[in-house]
């Protein structure tokens, strides 16, 4: 089940929740029981699979091995 991170705009606390996706925008009561909280944006990891960054190319040249000119 995803997870929700929500802040209270009352108290200013965050705070998070399990909820089902379809109950993501419903209401949350913060702990303290305020009803005055907005969704933050979640980190929600689900399945991943989007950690496939491009691999930096570090080094001297600009792209001279990749011709064949480094004998
Ligand atoms: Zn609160």
Redesign the pocket.
Same mark, same amino acid.
């Given at each position: 089940m995803p997870r929700y991170e929500y802040r @209270?705009? %009352? @108290?200013? $606390?965050t705070f998070e929740l399990n909820r089902p996706m379809a109950e993501s925008a419903a209401p949350a $009561? @913060?702990?303290?029981?305020?009803d005055? %909280?907005v969704k933050l944006l979640s980190t929600v990891a689900v399945g991943g699979g989007s950690k496939s960054a491009p691999a930096p190319q570090t080094g001297g040249g600009g792209g001279c091995c990749g011709g064949g000119c480094c004998s």
């Open positions: @209270c705009r %009352t @108290c200013g $606390d $009561d @913060c702990p303290a029981g305020h005055d %909280t």
